[in-house]
């Protein structure tokens, strides 16, 4: 079973500060990482596509990258703002798996004018 | 144009009844997917399908059937509802080696 966790589950930051949300992985054969994020009853949106040969990608205020070795991918955003407030979620998929994504289980951000 | 939809948005329907959410994509992807989000707002896969391969997440009870009229639409039909089964279900397609997911708005079953 492959396990992807996202932690904190919540975070919770003032507007204007930089911020770095986490996302582990237990099997390091990764084939895609993908980054979304959710507003309250909507569908996901996606961010950023890592592909397995990748170690990183940016678009506008978001960083995300990969490091498949310690099983971890990290997204960085650069000075957050109010409309950054939403669920972000990661979602991974393996050599085994195909193209079928397993997602984390998210994290709640709160960005505070 | 919307890229990936799902209709209806919102269904509300008693136990025991047969329901159907459709769903169509218009962006020339070849795999579709099923889905399911809690109430815990956890994602889980229900089903993966393109014109060649049917892949079923082994938790899915066979309640829940795909039907694919063709490439673009991915219809989620479900059996004898209970109530475990109110959630949000989201329908998602790919294209190819990059995987790139893009998924439809949600549609919220309730079961009562």
């Known amino acids: 079973k492959q396990e992807v966790t996202q932690i904190p589950a919540a975070l919770s930051v003032p507007e204007g500060e930089n911020l770095v949300l986490n996302c582990s992985f237990t099997d390091s054969a990764i084939y895609n990482l993908q980054w979304f994020r959710q507003d309250p009853g909507k569908g996901l949106t996606s961010l950023l596509l890592i592909q397995s040969s990748q170690r990183e990608q940016t678009s506008g205020r978001l960083n995300a990258s990969l490091d498949k070795s310690s099983g971890r991918s990290t997204l960085y955003i650069a000075a957050s703002q109010p409309g950054d407030s939403a669920t972000y979620l990661c979602a991974l998929s393996w050599w085994n798996t195909g193209n079928q994504f397993y997602f984390g289980t998210g994290t709640s951000l709160t960005v505070i004018p | 144009d919307t890229a990936v939809s799902q209709t209806p948005k919102y269904l509300v329907t008693q136990m025991g009844n047969d329901k159907s959410i459709k769903c169509e994509q218009n962006?020339?992807?070849?795999?579709m997917y099923w889905y399911k989000q809690d109430s815990k707002k956890f994602l889980k896969i229900m089903f993966s399908?393109?014109?060649?391969?049917?892949?079923i997440n082994e938790t899915v009870p066979n309640r829940f059937s795909p039907k694919s009229p063709d490439k673009a639409h991915l219809n989620l039909h479900i059996n004898s509802l209970e109530l475990g089964d109110s959630a949000v279900y989201f329908c998602a397609s790919s294209y190819g080696s990059t995987g790139e997911l893009f998924f439809g708005e949600g549609s919220r079953l309730t079961v009562l």
């Open positions: 399908y393109n014109n060649k391969e049917l892949i």
């Open positions: 962006l020339g992807h070849d795999t």
